[in-house]
């Protein structure tokens, strides 16, 4: 089956630096990678959608400057988070959508999660 | 507004006992729906989606689900826990003209032996 990655899978930094987060779909092409959040005992939150050679859409109350998303490859997104601080501690999931040529909507695959702790 | 409500945060079973996870959507016009598991340290793997036609939905390690338009219902239902069932379900919603997924809170399965 279709497998995404991410890295790192857990990455500890302190408050004010930036961190990176890499999604890549190891075995199809992605032109749409979505980037979520998950909170303790809580669902996943979309944060935003990434098109493969366009910006990303942010959802309603996610700081596109904070959170920079960059999809360089039909492979790869990656989510930055800059001058991060305790409150961006989080699990943080990517999905991607395979390209598919029509028909109907195609499933996401996710990847494993990157949990970041800013201390 | 589009939602989805798991009611039952925590369940507990039995190995071998019967299981339902109850999921419940709003939503303006027919959805798609999935029910995705995440066990500790992997991704959500998808359990099964609907999207028309047989409102029972079988999916992969002997779960199903089944579609109530009347009652904005997608539960899903396994005749028989295994102990490796252990994990979070999550039951979410796709609006047809976009790839966004909305997902419900979240239900913790335990399988006691």
């Known amino acids: 089956g279709a497998v995404v990655s991410q890295h790192p899978s857990w990455v500890i930094c302190k408050s004010g630096t930036s961190v990176k987060i890499e999604c890549r779909s190891l075995?199809?092409?992605?032109?749409?990678m979505f980037w979520y959040r998950q909170f303790p005992k809580q669902s996943l939150m979309l944060m935003a959608t990434?098109?493969?050679?366009?910006?990303?859409?942010?959802e309603q109350g996610v700081e596109k400057d904070k959170f920079l998303i960059n999809h360089a490859s039909l492979t790869l997104s990656t989510l930055t988070v800059t001058s991060a601080h305790p409150e961006d501690s989080s699990f943080y999931i990517c999905?991607?959508?395979?390209?598919?040529?029509?028909?109907?909507?195609?499933?996401?695959?996710f990847g494993p999660g990157t949990r970041l702790l800013v201390l | 507004a589009q939602s989805v409500t798991q009611p039952d945060i925590h369940i507990t079973v039995s190995e071998g006992a019967s299981l339902e996870l109850r999921c419940n959507y709003s939503y303006g016009a027919t959805p798609y729906l999935f029910w995705y598991v995440q066990s500790p340290g992997q991704g959500l793997q998808l359990l099964l989606k609907y999207f028309s036609g047989d409102t029972l939905v079988q999916g992969i390690k002997g779960f199903e689900a089944e579609f109530k338009r009347s009652q904005s219902s997608f539960n899903l239902r396994k005749p028989s826990v295994h102990w490796s069932d252990a994990a979070e379900y999550f039951c979410a919603v796709g609006p047809y003209n976009t790839d966004k997924l909305i997902f419900g809170t979240g239900t913790r399965l335990q399988v006691f032996p």
């Open positions: 999905s991607a959508l395979p390209l598919v040529a029509g028909g109907p909507q195609e499933t996401q695959y």
């Open positions: 075995d199809f092409q992605a032109t749409t």
């Open positions: 990434s098109n493969e050679g366009s910006k990303a859409t942010y």
